[in-house]
């Protein structure tokens, strides 16, 4: 039964529907071979036939009679059984039981009759309480001889020459996984009945890439392209619905019992009204986390035994559950299991601008630094020294699609600038893009202690002293043109005065990203145990300025804050 559709998620998970007539038995029923390992109650069999009816469906394992070609000397003998032969039978390897020398090989002529073998049933009798075996085949074979039956082992049969042209395959009796649909028929059962699946089940992702070109004069053309894996089932013209976030499964560890299996393999605010997967899902409304980046290695999901194992490719840290769900519709996509596809999605033209940022993080106070040994403190130095600015484009997402969490590939004309990450943004919303470091832009910080008043504030019954600081950035535009420029200075402790108009604000580093340096939660952070009553009277502050620099201008912003110590 195909795969008509089949709605695919980031994570990789898909939701497929089978449909199409399938031939039933005597009783009007339809068996499939093919079973799928759906998410727990995702898996929804139906009848899309006037005349028959799902009553219920169900999973078993079956022995099924599978033809293969027979590639050794034994299993060319099973095939053609009845079979006119000419057999040379070895003799025994170190000589006869009474002693005799062997003798040389002999060569005859036989009727293949049978190879004896042990039934299912047969075997159940003996031990009832087993599960059911296939049959047990011996490692003899009857021959019809002038003689008689000869009983031979296959070890001794050194040739076989048949006298007409052998049968090249062989039914092998095997335990397959089937499904079983039991319809009601309205009057007669037809030989076909129009059938049909949809579940929910890991095994197909899809990874976007981005390619943007800018012009240098605000306009960029966006190019968004799908990589396509595929670890689940072949898919032969179907029609592709790629989907930006991803729902909510909560049952996604566990497999449906239909299954019959334990191992499970780990898987747009408008769906187009023809897509009948896209339409059994629903919008989301979700923010987007900062801090995406591809993951390094490579997803390789356990696979049930027998199995290879799944691999999915890389992941894209941080994209997914936090967006809006969107879903792009291709039609005419084929992708065989094992196989990855690179298909083009969609392409637009979004305006930029070229900004300029400077984030100044947060450091430890005086008295936390000298509780660092000489190796910790030259790290930190090194840490917050020499801060740069970055170059970054800021996208005005004014298309039709909102922009996903991906890699972005940037140029100029034909010329590479950078490879970036972009973020999620929905539509009306913008998004930066890092080129590079603004070397042509100077950064020069410093600052003092200009203050410090013992027994300043009294609380529980304890003193602390107030430790007043002022510090200044002097920026220089050494670049042939203006630059806006972005400045963010974080301190531990309150803002008590910033020029040039800085706005000042309260953060928490637990909350706000951007408190945070790239790359995650600073690593000197864990080097001292903070005591209880610091956050009750140090919160952490930020001033941010947005200046305009002319060429060859230098720019000096100025702030003072304090911070309180026991």
């Known amino acids: 039964m195909p795969v008509k559709e089949v709605t695919v998620f980031k994570d990789g998970h898909a939701l497929l529907l089978h449909e199409g007539s399938v031939a039933a038995d005597k009783d009007g ?63 025994l390897s170190s000589g006869r039981p009474d002693g005799m020398p062997a003798t040389a090989p002999v060569t005859y002529d036989a009727t293949i009759v049978s190879i004896p073998q042990q039934s299912s049933e047969e075997l159940r009798t003996t031990d009832p309480d087993s599960v059911e075996r296939l049959p047990v085949k011996g490692n003899v074979v009857l ?3 002038a003689r008689g ?26 335990f397959r996984n089937v499904l079983t649909l039991k319809l009601a028929w309205k009057d007669k059962p037809k030989e076909t009945a129009r059938v049909g699946m949809l579940y929910l089940q890991k095994g197909i ?3 976007p890439e981005y390619k943007v070109t800018i012009d240098g004069s605000g306009k960029a053309t966006v190019k968004l392209q799908a990589t396509l894996l595929n670890e689940l089932t072949d ?48 919008n989301a ?13 490579a997803q390789a999901e356990p696979a049930a035994p027998g199995q290879p194992p799944m691999n999915l490719g890389p992941e894209v ?87 996903t969490t991906a890699p972005a590939l940037i140029l100029r004309g034909d010329r590479v600038i950078a490879q970036g990450m972009m973020t999620y943004t929905p539509i009306g919303s913008r998004s930066d893009l890092d080129l590079t470091t603004a070397v042509n832009v100077r950064v020069e910080k410093s600052e003092r202690e200009t203050k410090r008043v013992n027994n300043a504030e009294r609380w529980n019954s304890e003193d602390y002293a107030r430790v007043d600081l002022s510090g200044s950035v002097k920026l220089t ?66 001033v941010t300025w947005n200046q305009h620099i002319e060429p060859g201008k230098p720019l000096e912003l100025s702030y003072a804050w304090h911070y309180y110590w026991r």
């Not at 604000?505 to 080097?527: H, L, Q, R």
């Open 29 to 91: 029923n339809v068996t499939l071979d093919y079973l799928p390992n759906p998410v727990l109650g995702t898996f929804w069999p139906f009848a899309d036939d006037p005349n028959a009816r799902l009553v219920s469906t169900g999973s078993s394992q079956q022995v099924v009679s599978v033809e293969r070609t027979a590639l050794a000397l034994r299993e060319l003998i099973e095939a053609n059984i009845g079979a006119q032969v000419s057999i040379t039978e070895l003799p």
């Open 317 to 403: 840290q941080g994209a997914g559950k936090n967006e809006d769900l969107f879903v792009f519709t291709l039609q005419h996509v084929s992708l065989k299991k094992g196989q990855r596809l690179v298909i083009p999605v969609t392409e637009f033209s979004l305006a930029y601008k070229d900004v300029y940022t400077l984030q100044l993080p947060f450091a430890p106070p005086a008295e936390v630094m000298r509780s660092f040994d000489n190796n910790r403190q030259g790290e930190l130095a090194r840490m917050l020294a020499a801060p740069k600015a970055t170059h970054k484009i800021r996208l005005t997402n004014d298309s039709g699609y909102p922009l």
């Open 143 to 145: 021959l019809k001889t």
């Open 205 to 207: 992702r899809w990874i």
């Open 235 to 282: 898919l032969t013209d179907v029609t592709a619905n790629l989907v930006i976030g991803v729902p909510s499964f909560a049952f996604k560890e566990t497999a449906d019992p239909i299954a019959l299996q334990q191992a499970m393999a780990q898987l747009s605010p408008y769906f187009q009204p023809n897509v009948q997967t896209a339409n059994m899902m629903s």
């Open 477 to 542: 535009n050494y670049s042939d043109k203006a630059v806006d420029l972005e400045i963010t200075r974080y301190v531990l402790g309150t803002i008590d005065a910033a020029s040039d108009k800085g706005e000042v604000t309260a953060v928490s580093t637990f909350e706000d990203p951007d408190a945070i340096p790239p790359g995650g939660y600073p690593n000197w952070w864990t080097w001292y145990p903070w005591p209880w009553w610091f956050q009750h009277f140090n919160p952490v502050s930020q």
């Open 149 to 174: 039956t000869k009983v031979v082992g296959f070890d001794r049969i050194a040739d076989v020459t048949f006298k007409s042209d052998p049968k090249g395959k062989l039914g092998r009796d095997e």
């Open 285 to 297: 409304i979700m923010t987007q986390q900062a801090g995406a980046r591809m993951g390094e290695r």
